[in-house]
C-alpha cells in the first residue's frame, strides 16, 4: 500500500476518546482496512519495504556497537561501583547479589525517562496532548530530528544489551521468558518505527512505558538496602512501601489507561484518516496490541501480590516474580558449590560417620568390650562408645576381640565437622560451631591371654588389663609400630584384634 497523501489536521487537539470508542473505531478501521487491501501478501510486504523503509547499514553497525558499549559499561559499573557500595553497605548476601542489576536498570530508566519528559514536555512537540498529530505531514523518507535521532540510539541499543542481559546477566524468573519476548518485541519496533519514519509515535510509547521502570527499580533498591548492617531502616522501609503504592498506580495509569487510549487510538485509527494508505499498518498494530498484552500479563502479578498483602500471606515487599529460595536450590549441592564453600560451614552427612554400635550376644566366658580410651591415643571430638548388648564372647584362638566405634550422630542441630579430604560433604545450617575433624582408628594388636592352658591375666601396661595403642608419635614427631602389624592386609583387623583410637599418619 503505497501512502496516498497527507492531511495537516484539525487546528485544535482532538479530545482523548473513551475505551468503548477506542474498540468501536480501531476494530471498524482494521476491518475497512482488510477488506479494502485488494494486493496483500508477501508482494506487497517487499514492495513496502523497497519504497518506504529507509535505514541505512552504518545506522545498524552503530547500534551494535553502542549495544556492545552498554554491556561493557554495566560489567564496569558492577564490578567497580555497585558491588564495592554493596560491601561498604553491608548488604545481606541474597539482597547484595541483586542490588547491581536493579541500580544499573534503574540509572537507565530514569536518564531515558528523564530524556522522553524532556523532548514532550520542553519542547514544541505536541504529541502527549495531541496523539493523534504523530500522523500529520508524514511522509516516507521524511528527516528525522536530532533529539528524536538520538533517544532512539539509545533506546535500541540499550534493548538490544538487554537481550543479551536476560539470558546470561540478570536473575532468571518466572516471567524471563515473557521478558525475553517484550524486549525482542520492543527493538524490532524501535527499529522497524524509526525505518519507516513513525519516531513520533514511538516516543510517546518510550515515555508511557519507562516510568513505571523507574519506579519498579526504586522499590527495589530499597527494600535491599532496609536491611542492611544487619539492623532495620526505617527510612528505606517507608521508601520502599511507597514506591510499591507508586508503580502499581503508575503502572495502571501510564501502560493501561493512557498507552491504549493515546497510541493504539492514534495508530489503529487516526493513522489512517490521516494517511488512508499508511504502509505496514497491521504490522504495526499487532506488535502493539502484543505489548498490551504483555503489560496486562504483568499487572497479574501486580494484583497477586496485592491480594497477599491483604490475607496475610506476606508481610514484606519482595518480587513475586522470583523463584523461592527453596524451589531455586537443589537437595544436592553442586561441586562448584562445594568448592565454593567455606571449610568451617562444612559437616559429614550421616552416610559417613561410620559403623554404629551393634548388640553382641551373650555367652559363657565372654568378656566386658573397651568402654574407654586412653586420652593420649584418641582425639576429645571421637569418643569411645561401647558396644551395646551383652558381651562378646572370646574367639576360639583365645583372642578378645571389641569394637571401639564413635557414637552415633544426634539427630539435633550440633556442631560442624570439618570434612577429611576427598569425602562427599552436605552444608551446614549457619551458626553452627566447628569442631576439629574425626580422626580415623587403626588395629592394635592382642596378645594371646598368658601361657598355654591358662585363662591369661591383666596386662601391667594399660588401665582395665588390657594393652594399650602403640603410640606412633614421639617428642613432636612420629614413630612407627616396633611390633609387625598382624593380618592378611593393611585397614582388615585380624582374628583376634581389637580397634583402637590413635594418630594416624
Given at each position: 500500500m503505497a501512502a496516498a497523501g497527507t492531511a495537516a489536521g484539525p487546528a485544535t487537539p482532538e479530545p482523548m476518546p473513551s475505551y468503548a470508542q477506542l474498540v468501536q473505531r480501531g476494530w471498524g478501521s482494521a476491518l475497512a482496512a482488510a477488506r479494502g487491501c485488494a494486493d496483500c501478501g508477501w508482494g506487497l510486504a517487499r514492495r513496502g519495504l523497497?519504497?518506504?523503509?529507509?535505514?541505512?547499514?552504518?545506522e545498524l553497525l552503530l547500534l551494535a556497537l553502542c549495544a556492545l558499549g552498554w554491556t561493557a559499561l554495566r560489567s564496569a559499573a558492577t564490578s567497580r561501583l555497585f558491588r564495592p557500595l554493596a560491601k561498604r553497605c553491608r548488604l545481606q548476601p541474597r539482597d547484595a547479589a541483586k542490588m547491581p542489576e536493579s541500580a544499573w536498570k534503574f540509572l537507565f530508566y530514569l536518564g531515558a525517562w528523564s530524556y522522553s519528559t524532556y523532548l514532550l514536555f520542553g519542547t514544541d512537540y505536541p504529541f502527549f496532548h495531541d496523539p493523534p498529530s504523530v500522523f500529520y505531514d508524514w511522509?516516507?523518507?521524511m528527516a528525522v530530528p536530532r533529539d528524536i535521532t538520538v533517544a532512539y540510539l539509545l533506546q535500541g541499543s540499550f534493548y538490544g544489551h538487554s537481550i543479551y542481559a536476560t539470558l546470561y546477566l540478570d536473575a532468571w524468573r518466572k516471567d524471563s521468558v515473557v521478558m525475553l519476548i517484550h524486549h525482542v518485541v520492543t527493538l524490532v519496533l524501535i527499529i522497524s518505527s524509526y525505518a519507516f519514519r513513525y519516531h513520533k509515535v514511538g516516543?510517546?510509547?518510550?515515555?508511557?512505558?519507562?516510568i513505571s521502570d523507574v519506579q519498579l527499580e526504586f522499590t527495589k533498591l530499597n527494600v535491599y538496602f532496609k536491611s542492611r548492617g544487619g539492623s532495620h531502616h526505617r527510612l528505606h522501609a517507608l521508601a520502599a512501601d511507597l514506591g510499591c503504592l507508586s508503580f502499581s498506580l503508575s503502572w495502571f495509569w501510564f501502560r493501561l489507561y493512557w498507552f491504549p487510549l493515546k497510541v493504539l487510538y492514534a495508530t489503529s485509527y487516526c493513522s489512517l484518516q490521516s494517511v488512508p494508505d499508511i504502509p505496514f499498518y497491521f504490522f504495526f498494530n499487532a506488535l502493539l496490541l502484543l505489548l498490551t498484552l504483555m503489560n496486562l500479563y504483568w499487572f497479574l502479578y501486580i494484583v497477586?501480590?496485592?491480594?497477599?498483602?491483604?490475607?496475610?500471606q506476606v508481610r514484606e515487599l519482595?518480587?513475586?516474580?522470583?523463584?523461592?529460595?527453596?524451589?531455586?536450590?537443589?537437595?544436592?549441592?553442586?561441586?562448584?558449590?562445594?568448592?565454593?564453600?567455606p571449610p568451617e560451614t562444612l559437616t559429614w552427612p550421616r552416610s559417613l560417620q561410620g559403623p554404629r554400635s551393634r548388640p553382641q550376644p551373650a555367652g559363657p566366658g565372654a568378656q566386658q568390650p573397651l568402654s574407654t580410651r586412653p586420652a593420649a591415643a584418641c582425639d576429645e571430638d571421637a569418643t569411645a562408645v561401647p558396644a551395646s548388648g551383652p558381651p562378646r564372647p572370646s574367639s576360639p584362638t583365645g583372642h578378645t576381640a571389641a569394637l571401639v566405634t564413635p557414637g552415633p550422630r544426634p539427630r539435633a542441630p550440633g556442631p560442624c565437622r570439618r570434612p577429611t579430604p576427598g569425602s562427599r560433604v552436605s552444608r551446614c545450617a549457619p551458626g553452627r560451631p566447628q569442631v576439629p575433624a574425626r580422626t580415623p582408628c587403626h588395629v592394635a594388636p592382642v596378645p594371646p591371654p598368658g601361657p598355654p592352658g591358662g585363662q591369661g591375666g591383666p596386662s601391667e601396661d594399660a588401665p582395665?588389663?588390657?594393652?594399650?595403642?602403640?603410640?606412633?608419635?614421639?617428642?613432636?614427631?612420629?614413630?612407627?609400630h616396633r611390633a609387625p602389624r598382624p593380618g592378611p592386609r593393611r585397614g582388615r583387623p585380624a582374628p583376634g584384634a581389637r580397634l583402637s583410637c590413635g594418630t594416624v599418619p
Open positions: 523497497a519504497e518506504h523503509a529507509h535505514l541505512a547499514p552504518p511522509k516516507t523518507g516516543i510517546l510509547v518510550l515515555f508511557l512505558h519507562d497477586a501480590f496485592a491480594a497477599k498483602v491483604l490475607t496475610g519482595k518480587d513475586v516474580r522470583e523463584y523461592d529460595t527453596a524451589e531455586a536450590l537443589s537437595p544436592k549441592p553442586s561441586k562448584a558449590e562445594i568448592a565454593a564453600t582395665g588389663g588390657y594393652p594399650a595403642a602403640v603410640p606412633r608419635g614421639g617428642a613432636g614427631g612420629r614413630r612407627k
